[in-house]
């Protein structure tokens, strides 16, 4: 406004005025905290950032004066490569603005086997008309090779992108480059997802994958290769993040811990680290499992994976074994739900070993509850609470009374006494199934997931950080819930590696495994 027209405002529209400049000072004061806030916080992250990078560094060069045997230097190296790859991945995401030269950094590629057989794809301009109505010429073309995999072959991705140009007013049209998970990398999300279904399906390290693609011809170094998992485990973690948010929507769920080895830079030795695991139960129409990698086993990790102590903490019935890193969980208000596999467990252990009669007896007792559990198994809930109310509750009783008589007569310490101690002070948390159809009788689902990681556990062996085991878990959070919906884990991973590039962060949810729809081919 003139300040000439301030002579015609009255004192109430001066008063007007004057607030809502007062309004509009106070908001732009909010935004400028608001933007330090974020500035601060962003460098505060890259900081850490580079401070991680540099401590990996020197673990890096000092890595060869490790007292670890061959095969323990190799996965120390390429888990170090791959974290330095994320790591640098994520610093991007923060400042996403290059660094002056780092273009001449890169370094020469060389060409791709020959031998290879090449599919070419052809990219160009949708119309080949200049927007001053001239007919455009070819006067060239871009051409860019990816190494793709199909199960069993290898074979390359030959991109031509056309250059088209208007003589008259000298326009240059060209197809853009298709975004993809490494910018200006040679592998193709197919060939990605072969890097990552071999190191976590397959339990193949990198260095045996090196060994395999140099069979074929193609001098992949595992450094190159550790940097593909570094940089796919950033790209995938959203994923994760919203699989892990639909999985606590529902009201019951499994819990279970294993350990898993985890090489300690600078003394030359490993670590017993945990890979926690948390999935729907098989009366869920969602299918999902989530691991969450801590190296330790304090219950502190199961209370921060589940939000607790918090207002928008995960409130339902954890399903999980006498561990005691469960008990602060059930002290916030989740109701425990014991696992009756455990304690018949120790009553076949006695049977086994001692040939025990109360063992034997026992035994019996828990095969009559899961004959009821075979009936009931595909029940909607409230039939099968009505069934096991009928039935479960007149052997649980029994067995529970008959407990309590055996233990009068036997002394204390012995395996026997422990045996059913288990059982008589757990007594509620493995009777709750009975009265809630949306229990299971035990914790066997989320065992039979953790399953295929044990029998690999041999090849788990990772840095001092905790990155390249949380990258891990996120990966086989995705395979694995991929395999429980039916899914090949390469078509699966393929194809969201592919997608992921372009699909807009509200619309991730898509790509879970239990609603992924593959594409049709064009």
């Known amino acids: 406004m003139d300040t000439a027209d301030l002579d015609h405002l009255d004192a109430q529209q001066l008063r007007e005025m004057v607030f809502s400049l007062r309004r509009g000072a106070a908001a732009d004061k909010l935004e400028i905290e608001r933007r330090d806030h974020e500035i601060a916080f962003k460098q505060a992250a890259i900081d850490k950032l580079t401070h991680e990078m540099a401590v990996l560094k020197r673990l890096k060069f000092a890595a060869k004066s490790e007292a670890f045997n061959a095969e323990q230097k190799s996965l120390l190296e390429e888990t170090i490569e ?4 994320a790591m640098q991945r994520e610093l991007e995401q923060l400042a996403p603005t290059p660094a002056a030269g780092r273009d001449k950094q890169q370094p020469k590629r060389q060409a791709l086997p020959a031998h290879l057989p090449r599919r070419e794809i052809l990219h160009e301009p949708a119309s080949t008309t200049c927007s001053c109505g001239c007919a455009l010429q070819r006067i060239g073309e871009d051409v860019a090779e ?20 208007c003589t008259r007013c000298e326009t240059l049209v060209q197809a853009p480059v298709a975004p993809h998970i490494i910018d200006k990398g040679i592998p193709t999300a197919a060939l990605l997802s072969q890097v990552l279904v071999g190191k976590y399906v397959d339990h193949l390290p990198l260095y045996r994958q090196e060994a395999i693609f140099g069979r074929a011809g193609l001098a992949i170094p595992r450094s190159t290769l550790a940097s593909w998992v570094g940089q796919c485990g950033v790209q995938l973690q959203p994923l994760v993040d919203a699989l892990k948010y639909e999985m606590l929507q529902n009201r019951v769920l499994h819990a279970d811990e294993t350990p898993v080895a985890m090489l300690k830079p600078g003394n030359g ?7 926690w695991s948390y999935c729907t ?18 219950g502190q990790h199961a209370r921060a994976f589940l939000g607790l102590p918090g207002e928008h903490g995960w409130q339902g ?11 602060a969980c059930f002290e916030l208000g989740i109701t425990e739900a014991g696992c009756l596999a455990h304690a018949r467990r120790k009553f076949h252990e006695l049977w086994a070993n001692q040939a025990s009669q109360v063992g034997e007896q026992a035994l019996k007792f828990f095969a009559e509850l899961y004959a009821v559990e075979r009936e009931v ?3 909607v809930p409230e039939e099968r609470k009505r069934i096991r109310q009928e039935r479960s509750r007149k052997v649980a009783d029994a067995l529970q009374q008959w407990l309590a008589g055996q233990r009068l007569r036997v002394p204390d310490g012995s395996a026997t006494a422990k045996a059913i101690d288990y059982s008589l002070k757990r007594w509620h948390a493995l009777t709750r199934y009975i009265d809630d159809g949306d229990l299971p009788v035990d914790n066997n689902w989320v065992e039979n997931q953790i399953r295929p990681i044990a029998i690999g556990r041999n090849n788990w062996l990772f840095a001092g950080s905790l990155r390249a085991g949380q990258r891990a878990a996120a990966v086989m959070s995705l395979i694995q819930s991929a395999k429980l919906n039916g899914l090949e884990p390469h078509a699966y991973l393929s194809d969201i590696l592919e997608r992921l590039p372009t699909q807009q962060a509200s619309r991730v949810a898509e790509l879970l495994p239990h609603r992924w729809q593959a594409r049709l081919p064009s």
Not at 82 to 85: E, G, I, S, V
Not at 154 to 159: K, M
Request: with cysteine.
């Open 269 to 275: 030795k490993t670590h017993r680290a945990y890979l």
């Open 82 to 85: 791959a974290d330095l790859a």
């Open 281 to 298: 139960t098989s009366y869920s129409a969602l299918r999902a499992v989530v691991f969450d990698f801590a190296d330790s086993r304090g």
């Open 377 to 379: 198994a595909e029940l």
């Open 317 to 327: 019935s954890l399903v999980c074994d006498d561990f005691s890193g469960y008990k």
């Open 146 to 165: 990816k190494l793709d995999y199909r199960p069993g072959l290898f074979t390359v991705e030959r991109h031509v992108r056309g250059k088209w140009v």
